[in-house]
Nanobody
Framework: QVQLVESGGGLVQAGGSLRLSCAVS????????MAWYRQAPGKQRDLVAS???????GYADSVKGRFTISRDNAKNTVHLQMNSLKPEETAVYYC?????????WGQGTQVTVSS
């Protein structure tokens, strides 16, 4: 059974940091690029950051220089380090394997940034 399980969300003040983690079933993790998306209420789900199996990374322009995506191949885990968080980044953050149109999604973790 495919599993992507996120952790690490929570409430943080503007300017603060959070680290999200996503534990992934081994076969899915090893075959797929991984990504984090976020979705605020009433808005579409947007790509935040991605990382290929070869550890090439990509970021939304709005988070470049503040967020870092990484993958731990020994633990089948992908992380998202988020620094200098802004209130407008309040959203549910989702872990994804295989791209936007794949069926491999985590349940989401809430990130709330207070002003």
């Amino acid at each position: 059974q495919v599993q992507l399980v996120e952790s690490g969300g929570g409430l943080v003040q503007a300017g603060g940091s959070l680290r999200l983690s996503c534990a992934v079933s081994r076969d899915i993790f090893r075959r797929n690029a991984m990504a984090w998306y976020r979705q605020a209420p009433g808005k579409q789900r947007d790509l935040v950051a991605s990382i290929t199996t070869g550890c090439n990374t990509g970021y939304a322009d709005s988070v470049k220089g503040r967020f870092t995506i990484s993958r731990d191949n020994a633990k089948n885990t992908v992380h998202l380090q988020m620094n200098s968080l802004k209130p407008e980044e309040t959203a549910v953050y989702y872990c994804n394997a295989g791209g936007l149109y794949s069926s491999y999604w985590g349940q989401g973790t809430q990130v709330t940034v207070s002003s």
